[in-house]
């Protein structure tokens, strides 16, 4: 949230219609919604329906120096603002907490700028949906390797406030490691404006590093410069059962070594976790033939020339033979790999449609991953016994 939460200046007035009078005119009309109007409702809602929120109103601005202008009067009449992406962040930061504030839209600010393949870079309005990036790159033969369960809704700029991670971050980092430039509005209506591309720049202090994760408190991202990568030619994935997480970070190691950086993903998914995929979609079952503690989903990504599927079989065998893994599955077509990724995707959505669920993003070192679980386990026995 940028600015004091102060109370909205008098001259902020409803008019009988209910329309809010004094904003720059160029905010008027449909890009402002009442925050008492049933379309305000979606800017209002966490994606997880666990959150609710007011606010006077919503602006949904469709130019940089609109954002600019709004930024401005709302400094200089003290109104609170709240940013707001694609909604889907998960953790409660878009939703406004006073119906004395304002949501600010990106959505409509949601244009690709450029694509050069040259440079390997892509432009885009901080409303773009990841999705769009993403199938702006592939038009041009490239990828945007950002990837997680609401690239369909989030936006790029959602995605640099929050500097999400995703599937990929194993190979491709988190968003911080994508983003070449940023333009951003600063609390006051300045435009910084940072997106020269490059990817050796040692001048002085980094306000873009700054910006990234810093979730709308220091300003407004209005446009984003990312790296983009080669598009793998040959993308191999496999669903294998283990019996336990330490296993689970062996076979990480394994890989590692055997694959080196072809290894794009690596994903684990305790087994009583599937039945949040089933709320999705009860065709979602695990592909392997026996019942399995701990599932790992294990992705290789890389261009022509190099025998990526043989190189996870020969590496499957060896795990197989030292009784690292139980049982695994190599997928055989484009739609057997999505479904093994249907099943990752499916847990996030199914914690929401089941309802209570207890919000958790966390880091530690990959070692303490199996110590993590554990403890995370008898907290959860102890402290929701009574909950599903
Ligand atoms: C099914 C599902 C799966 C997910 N998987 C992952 C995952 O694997 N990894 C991961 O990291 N996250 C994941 N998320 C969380 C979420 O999608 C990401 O954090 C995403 O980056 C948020 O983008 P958004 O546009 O929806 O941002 P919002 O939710 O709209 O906003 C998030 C925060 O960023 C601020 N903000 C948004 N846009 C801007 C802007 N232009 N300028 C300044 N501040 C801004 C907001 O004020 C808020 O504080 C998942 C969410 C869902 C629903």
Redesign the pocket.
């Known amino acids: 949230?940028i600015g004091p939460m102060t109370t909205v200046h008098p001259s902020l007035q409803r008019e009988a219609s209910g329309a809010i009078v004094e904003l720059p005119a160029q905010l008027a009309g449909d890009a402002l919604i009442d925050g008492r109007s049933p379309l305000a409702e979606r800017y209002l809602i966490d994606?997880?329906r666990d959150r609710r929120g007011s606010a006077r109103f919503i602006v949904r601005p469709g130019s940089v120096e609109d954002v600019q202008a709004f930024v401005r009067w709302c400094s200089q009449s003290g109104v609170a603002i709240?940013?707001?992406?694609?909604?889907?962040?998960?953790?409660g930061?878009?939703i406004p907490d006073s119906s004395d504030c304002a949501v600010l839209s990106?959505e409509r600010l949601n244009r690709i700028r450029c694509v050069d393949p040259l440079d390997f870079t892509l432009q885009a309005d901080?409303?773009a949906v990841?999705q769009d990036v993403k199938d702006a790159a592939e038009a041009s033969d490239m990828i945007f390797p950002l990837?997680?369960?609401?690239?369909g809704?989030?936006?790029?700029?959602?995605?640099?406030?929050?500097?999400?991670?995703?599937?990929n971050v194993l190979r491709y980092g988190?968003?911080r490691d994508l983003v070449l430039g940023l333009e951003?509005v600063l609390p006051d209506g300045t435009l910084w404006s940072g997106m020269n591309g490059l990817r050796k720049d040692n001048r002085g202090y980094s306000l873009k590093q700054l910006?990234i994760s810093?979730?709308?408190?220091l300003?407004?991202?209005?446009g984003v410069e990312v790296r983009l990568s080669p598009r793998p030619t040959q993308v191999e994935t496999a669903y294998v059962g283990l019996g336990s997480f330490r296993q689970a970070c062996e076979l990480f190691r394994m890989a590692r070594h055997f694959c080196s950086d072809l290894l794009s993903a690596f994903e684990v998914i305790g087994e009583e976790c599937l039945s949040l995929a089933h709320l999705i979609d009860p065709n979602l079952r695990s592909p392997l033939t026996q019942e399995c503690p701990v599932h790992a989903i294990v992705e290789l990504a890389c261009g022509p020339g190099i025998d990526a599927g043989g190189l996870l079989e020969t590496m499957l065998a060896r795990a197989l033979e030292t009784d690292l893994i139980k049982d695994g599955v190599v997928a055989q077509s484009r739609s057997q790999a999505a479904a093994f990724w249907a099943i990752r995707?499916g847990l996030?959505?199914g914690q929401?449609r089941r309802g209570f669920h207890v919000r958790t993003?966390l880091s530690v070192r990959l070692s303490q991953v199996p110590k993590l679980i554990e403890q995370a386990r008898a907290c959860i026995v102890q402290g929701w016994a009574g909950h599903p």
């Open positions: 949230m994606w997880g709240v940013v707001q992406g694609g909604n889907t962040g998960l953790a930061g878009a990106l901080a409303g990841l990837a997680l369960g609401a690239q809704s989030c936006t790029i700029g959602g995605n640099v406030a929050t500097n999400a991670g995703g599937i988190m968003t951003t910006m810093s979730e709308g408190t300003g407004v991202v209005t995707e996030v959505e929401a993003d």
